[in-house]
């Protein structure tokens, strides 16, 4: 019932409206480009360090279905779901506190028609963009270099789109909680650790039993888990309660971030 009541309020103009002023603002501004095309190297040159250099030293990995693959095999989808992540979150996080705190952008767009959740949608819904930029690029070295084959690299496509919106909507919502640039140092030790024990680099299973828990109910985990499935061709059940946990987590954050927006800039 309130998703019907949320969705009747929501006007795809208006959304349409948000993502065109992100994108004028993205013609106008050249350094924009350096900054987007410079987030696709990080997620890669840890493939080709770690994934390639290392795993020459590694060997290789056994997957659950009992296949055994190279290590860079093994870490390629996870860097894929990182890039994902990295790309919404360096949308929704830092880009979405200066337009909300010192530019004052959000507070000019309410002034007009649109409503918190549209402003959210549409800050979500550019945020996909550049998410999908980062890994479709990314799915093509993955698939010029052989880490997966071209039919599955595509299954995997929509899979990280829904780790993009997911971590989009979480970095919505925290977002709207920070006080000021300082915080956003605690916001970068929590991306980096998940980026280091989320499944990543070495399988869960290895983790002492504790820290494994902890890890198993991180957002990064799942997200590796659904795109090295799909990446490498293990459909399984598990895949759609990976899939669940990511879509409630999209929902959640972008229903706290559409209430806090109005909260914070409304009241």
């Known amino acids: ?16 409206a ?28 840890y493939l080709l360090s770690i994934g390639v250099g ?17 290590y860079a ?6 860097m894929l779901a990182a890039s994902a ?6 949308e929704t996080t830092f880009n979405f506190f200066f337009k909300m705190k010192y530019a004052k ?3 000019a767009i309410l002034a007009t028609p649109v409503r918190p959740i549209e402003v959210a949608l549409g800050e979500l819904t550019w945020a996909m963009v550049r998410s999908s930029f980062y890994t479709a690029a990314f799915l093509l070295v993955m698939a010029v270099m052989g880490l997966a084959e071209p039919w599955w690299a595509l299954a995997a496509f929509p899979a990280t789109m829904l780790v993009g919106v997911a971590f989009g909507a979480a970095g919505m919502a925290v977002s709207t909680f920070l006080r000021g640039w300082q915080d956003f140092d605690l916001m970068t030790a929590a991306q980096f650790s998940l980026f280091l024990f ?10 002492p039993p504790v820290l494994a828990v902890v890890v198993q109910v991180t957002p990064l985990y799942h997200a590796v ?23 409630a987590l999209a929902a959640l954050g972008l229903w706290v971030a559409s209430r806090r927006i109005q909260r914070v800039l409304c009241s």
């Not at 992540?85 to 360096?90: D, E, F």
């Open 1 to 16: 019932m309130v998703t019907l009541m949320v969705a009747r309020q929501v006007s795809v103009g208006r959304v349409g």
């Open 73 to 78: 095999v093994f870490v390629a989808p996870a």
């Open 85 to 90: 992540m990295n790309g919404a979150l360096a």
């Open 198 to 207: 989320s499944g990543t680099f070495a399988p869960v299973g290895g983790y």
């Open 105 to 107: 952008t959000f507070e």
């Open 225 to 247: 888990e659904l795109v090295r499935g799909l990446a490498l061709g293990r459909v399984e059940w598990a895949l759609a309660g990976h899939a669940l946990y990511l879509a």
């Open 18 to 45: 948000v993502v065109g002023r992100n994108l004028g603002a993205l013609r106008s501004g050249a350094s924009y480009w350096l900054v987007l095309v410079s987030g696709f190297f990080e997620p890669l040159l």
């Open 54 to 70: 290392v795993g020459a030293l590694v060997g290789r990995i056994p997957l659950g279905d009992g296949r055994v693959v190279s």
